[in-house]
């Protein structure tokens, strides 16, 4: 648990709210590349963020010091974009397309046909994400979006951590084996 961000909370729980933007900023960038693959769509993805930090903030005073706040948080995120998804009726990547760009990571750079090599790829994966259990599918999601380690995704999935490993590495074997078969 980062002792740093539980300060930072309590914080903003003792009337420092102007704080919250502190965690906004450390936290929003890796949120709308987990709700984007998610729901596939940049604005539903910018509206579960921001509902999330809206959330969080109005729920401020639940947080409990003894809990990592980066848990608290993205428990927050997943619930929403759980109920977002459910709301589309599912259709989630199946609008991916150039008006629907995912939130660009430090250091993207890119013109022409990498770019366009990037977005077919990026529609292949969330297309293939959305074909696994979604337990798999966000575990994977909170590693490689999110950045998490297996502890937070097993704290913020409410699993043990051979649980979170297992959800992991089960998703990323069915993607092989769904890319390979989409080779064939």
Same mark, same amino acid.
């Given at each position: 648990?980062? /002792?740093?961000?539980?300060?930072?909370?309590?914080?903003?729980?003792r009337?420092?709210?102007?704080?919250?933007d502190?965690?906004?900023?450390?936290?929003?960038?890796?949120?709308? !590349?987990?709700?984007?693959?998610?729901?596939?769509?940049?604005? $539903?993805?910018?509206? $579960?963020?921001?509902?999330?930090? #809206?959330?969080?903030?109005? $729920?401020?005073?639940?947080? !409990?010091?003894?809990? +990592?706040?980066?848990?608290?948080?993205?428990t =927050? #995120?997943?619930?929403?974009?759980?109920? /977002?998804?459910?709301? +589309?009726?599912?259709?989630?990547?199946?609008?991916?397309?150039?008006? /629907?760009?995912?939130?660009?990571? $430090?250091?993207?750079?890119?013109?022409?046909?990498?770019? &366009?090599? &990037?977005?077919?790829?990026?529609?292949?994966?969330?297309?293939?994400?959305?074909?696994?259990?979604?337990?798999?599918?966000?575990? =994977?999601?909170?590693?490689?979006?999110?950045?998490?380690?297996?502890?937070?995704? +097993?704290q913020?999935?409410?699993?043990?951590?051979?649980?979170?490993?297992?959800?992991?590495?089960?998703?990323?074997?069915?993607?092989?084996?769904?890319?390979?078969? /989409?080779?064939?």
């Amino acid at each position: 648990m980062s /002792h740093d961000e539980r300060d930072l909370f309590l914080r903003i729980q003792r009337g420092e709210t102007a704080r919250f933007d502190e965690l906004v900023r450390r936290y929003q960038p890796k949120f709308l !590349r987990f709700a984007f693959s998610k729901l596939g769509n940049r604005e $539903a993805a910018v509206d $579960a963020v921001q509902e999330a930090f #809206l959330s969080a903030f109005a $729920a401020r005073d639940t947080y !409990r010091s003894e809990y +990592a706040v980066s848990t608290w948080m993205w428990t =927050i #995120l997943i619930n929403l974009c759980r109920r /977002h998804g459910e709301r +589309a009726g599912r259709r989630q990547t199946e609008t991916l397309d150039a008006r /629907h760009e995912p939130p660009a990571r $430090a250091g993207d750079t890119g013109g022409g046909l990498q770019k &366009l090599l &990037l977005e077919e790829q990026s529609e292949m994966l969330s297309r293939l994400m959305t074909e696994l259990p979604e337990p798999q599918s966000d575990a =994977i999601r909170l590693r490689f979006f999110g950045d998490l380690s297996y502890e937070e995704i +097993a704290q913020t999935m409410q699993s043990s951590l051979s649980g979170a490993k297992k959800r992991v590495k089960l998703g990323l074997l069915a993607l092989a084996e769904r890319l390979r078969q /989409h080779e064939e």
